[in-house]
């Protein structure tokens, strides 16, 4: 069985419960699941597929962390559509319908040297257990974080624990250095070799670093966010165009080489569907 399938597991025998929910910051909530498989067979970078409701809509969202002998995992959310502001609803004790995974090729972990972090927004979330399984590894991790503004800031905290300098910037100067990721991530490039990249966050954002990085040909890694369905190639939806060939997220990613990304492509397919989620969206406000 391929790799990518063989540790994927829905559990059927038990209920994926709720064990912790808590906001961490405006529309962005923390989640202790109870999902013992995909708890045993994670590594960083992957992800899982969530339904909050049978007859819901499948979503992908990455584990920022698992704990292997309880058997719980961490996802972060925020609410920015319909499915992500029911999930935000639900509370400790509270079920959801399916949590499947792990899917995705796991993070390539490695002592580079020196290896800079950036996460924008929620992205942080996705980027914390890389950074961390890169400093567990030997590296230098640099960390920056970058939020609109101080309250959408998230895991700066945690961050602390293993990396040898977390940077704060946010667009209004409310918490940390006022500008924006790139610029901070330029000023440490200026200052010392950097051995690796790795962005998380905003399409524009990764596009922004990967522009950043590329003159001075630094090995960049994104992890990318496309419309996805099943998790195992089959629908297709998560489609994207890395040195002019089409992969997919959920098998070939979703990490993939920044410099071999098509943005462009990347930024027209994620807004395929932006009036229907809108208009769903917009629904649900009106019924809750």
């Not at 040297?113 to 942080?124: A, I, P, Y």
């Not at 596009?207 to 630094?218: E, F, G, Q």
């Not at 089959?234 to 993939?256: H, I, N, Q, W």
């Amino acid at each position: 069985m391929p790799w990518h399938l063989a540790a994927t597991f829905r559990d059927d025998e038990v209920m994926f419960e709720i064990v912790s929910a808590r906001f961490i910051a405006p529309d962005i909530k923390m989640f202790g699941v109870r999902a013992a498989r995909v708890a045993e067979h994670w590594s960083p970078g992957q992800f899982v597929i969530v339904r909050v409701n049978a007859i819901g809509e499948r979503i992908p969202l990455t584990v920022a962390d698992v704990d292997r002998t309880t058997g719980v995992i961490t996802l972060i959310v925020q609410a920015v559509g319909k499915t992500t502001s029911l999930l935000n609803q639900l509370d400790s004790g509270d079920d959801l319908a399916d949590v499947a995974g792990p899917f995705g090729a796991p993070s390539d972990i490695e002592d580079y040297g020196t290896v800079v972090v950036v996460g924008g927004g929620v992205g942080t979330a996705i980027a914390f257990p890389t950074a961390r399984a890169m400093a567990e590894a030997g590296n230098r991790v640099i960390v920056i974080v970058g939020g609109r503004s101080g309250d959408l800031v998230i895991l700066a905290t945690e961050l602390e624990a293993f990396a040898a300098e977390v940077v704060i910037t946010t667009d209004d100067g409310s918490r940390g250095r006022r500008g924006l990721v790139t610029d901070a991530l330029a000023e440490v490039i200026d200052r010392e070799q950097v051995d690796r990249v790795v962005a998380i966050g905003p399409i524009p954002m990764m596009k922004a670093v990967a522009d950043l990085t590329r003159p001075d040909s630094i090995p960049t890694v994104v992890s990318l966010n496309p419309i996805m369905v099943d998790g195992t190639g089959m629908c297709g939806g998560c489609r994207v165009l890395v040195d002019g060939s089409t992969k997919f997220a959920c098998m070939d990613g979703p990490e993939f080489d920044a410099h071999q990304v098509d943005f462009d492509v990347l930024a027209i397919r994620n807004r395929a569907y932006r009036p229907f989620e809108t208009e769903q969206l917009r629904r649900f406000g009106a019924c809750s």
